[in-house]
C-alpha cells in the first residue's frame, strides 16, 4: 500500500523545504503540497523542488 502525506500551504516558502526534509528522514513517500496562490510564492518554490523530488507533487494556483 502507498502513502500520500498532503500538505496544505499558505506563506509558507520559508519553512516548506525544511519540513520537507524532515519528512523524508522518517518516511519514504509521495508528498502533495497544496498551495492557493500564497504571496510569498510557496508555490514557485515547490516547483523548483519537484526538479530533484520525484514524491513532490504540487496542486493550487501560482500566480
Not at 526538479?51 to 496542486?59: E, P, V
Amino acid at each position: 500500500m502507498k502513502s500520500l502525506i498532503i500538505i496544505p500551504t499558505y506563506n509558507e516558502r520559508d519553512n516548506i523545504k525544511p519540513f520537507i526534509e524532515e519528512i523524508n528522514k522518517f518516511v519514504q513517500t509521495d508528498i502533495l503540497v497544496i498551495d492557493d496562490n500564497s504571496p510569498d510564492q510557496t508555490a514557485l518554490l515547490v516547483k523548483e523542488l519537484q526538479k530533484t523530488n520525484s514524491f513532490l507533487f504540487l496542486s493550487g494556483k501560482t500566480g
